[in-house]
């Protein structure tokens, strides 16, 4: 099966990105993204494109367009008409031609190749935008968006649309949605002041990467996780303080990280369990440079954990390690960043809600770490927790 929907490399993806920045991209290892992601130059002819894990549910994109998924399925969040838990990967159905995937709490995102965007799973506030609160347990199409190249999102769920401007539907209590306002929306809204995005990235914390390199953010900011040197939640976007020329964004609920330039991980927000990885577990209200890794191309942020990818393949971990999420075989927690066991040659990662982080190999299979109470391992069982990177089974 042929490795499908790769188009172009760093640059022509990002289009008005400084092209210092495209580069050192290049020169880090990166070869293309898809879906906004950046991805290692593929060795070999890989099953998969892109994936995704959320609150108790892995996510994986074949290369023939079709979605697979496992785990928690209590919302429909799998997309196979049911909602029943499964422990293996299985085919989402009703839904074809996608190019990337994102699992979103206890729903799924998928992105087609035409641009429109369709989500299963929890209809809580809207987060769906099919203009209602229902959940469902196949795909819909989401409404108020078109043209799209980037999907992400939590409880609340953003859309990067091809001329750089961003739009969001979902929970938005905290102001997340970055529309000046606090009222839940239940279709893609466009959010205000920033007109020339080139990734974003979505929680209670909500992270757009410009094409200059700035990283603005907006939401909760309790523990400082916006970056603006506050603790004062924000319902438009504002400059994060301590990163420029960013490369790749993350955010979850309560922290935020990047990528920069030249390969170097920051982070800020909450720290108690040392998920920013700077030696310390002093929660940050600016970015702050991350101990451990270098050459590093993608970061994700999850519930207390962080995960970073370098350009050779290898994946590294900090924060907390409930269930061993941070696969480096052990349950301990760690305030620096340390290499992950079980995978060396990644060429995607993302975290999840419920101590799980994802990765995809260069070989075509998924990789998971972490908990397993609903399946989300993809190993047929349950309550099998593994504190490596284990390959993920199914079609």
Wanted: net charge positive; with cysteine.
């Amino acid at each position: 099966m042929k490795f499908a929907g790769i188009t172009g490399g760093v640059s022509a993806f990002f289009g008005g990105i400084h092209p210092a920045l495209a580069q050192t991209w290049q020169k880090l290892g990166v070869g293309s993204v898809v879906g906004g992601r950046a991805r290692l130059p593929l060795r070999g002819t890989p099953k998969k494109l892109s994936i995704g894990v959320g609150n108790g549910h892995s996510v994986a994109l074949r290369s023939d367009g079709l979605i697979l998924s496992c785990g928690r399925n209590g919302m429909g969040q799998i997309g196979n008409n049911d909602i029943n838990s499964v422990g293996t990967l299985v085919q989402a159905i009703g839904i074809s031609g996608i190019t990337a995937v994102s699992a979103a709490g206890e729903m799924t995102i998928a992105l087609r190749s035409d641009g429109l965007v369709f989500c299963c799973g929890s209809g809580f506030s809207g987060r769906l935008g099919d203009n209602t609160t229902v959940s469902k347990r196949t795909f819909v199409q989401a409404l108020g968006i078109s043209n799209a190249t980037t999907i992400s999102g939590i409880s609340s769920c953003f859309a990067l649309r091809a001329d750089g401007l961003v739009f969001a539907t979902g929970h938005n209590s905290y102001g997340q949605l970055g529309i000046n306002s606090t009222v839940d929306q239940s279709t893609y809204t466009q959010v205000i002041g920033v007109s020339n995005a080139v990734a974003v990235s979505g929680g209670y914390i909500s992270s757009i990467l410009s094409s200059t390199g700035l990283v603005f953010t907006c939401g909760s900011n309790s523990f400082g996780q916006l970056g603006d040197n506050s603790t004062v939640s924000k319902s438009s976007f504002v400059q994060a303080v301590g990163i420029s020329e960013a490369v790749y964004i993350s955010s979850c609920l309560y922290h935020g990280a990047a990528v920069r330039a030249d390969g170097m991980v920051f982070t800020c927000g909450h720290n108690t369990y040392g998920q920013l990885g700077d030696g310390t577990t002093t929660s940050r209200s600016t970015f702050v440079q991350a101990l451990g890794v270098s050459n590093a191309v993608a970061v994700a942020a999850g519930l207390y954990h962080t995960i970073a990818l370098r350009s050779d393949g290898a994946v590294f971990s900090c924060g907390s390690n409930t269930n061993g999420v941070l696969g480096n075989n052990s349950t301990a927690n760690t305030s620096t960043f340390i290499q992950a066991l079980g995978i060396s040659n990644a060429v995607s990662v993302a975290a999840g809600l419920n101590n799980n982080s994802i990765a995809l190999g260069s070989d075509g299979f998924v990789y998971i770490s972490g908990n397993d109470d609903h399946g989300q391992l993809g190993q047929g069982t349950t309550y099998n927790h593994k504190s490596t990177f284990v390959k993920a089974i199914g079609i």
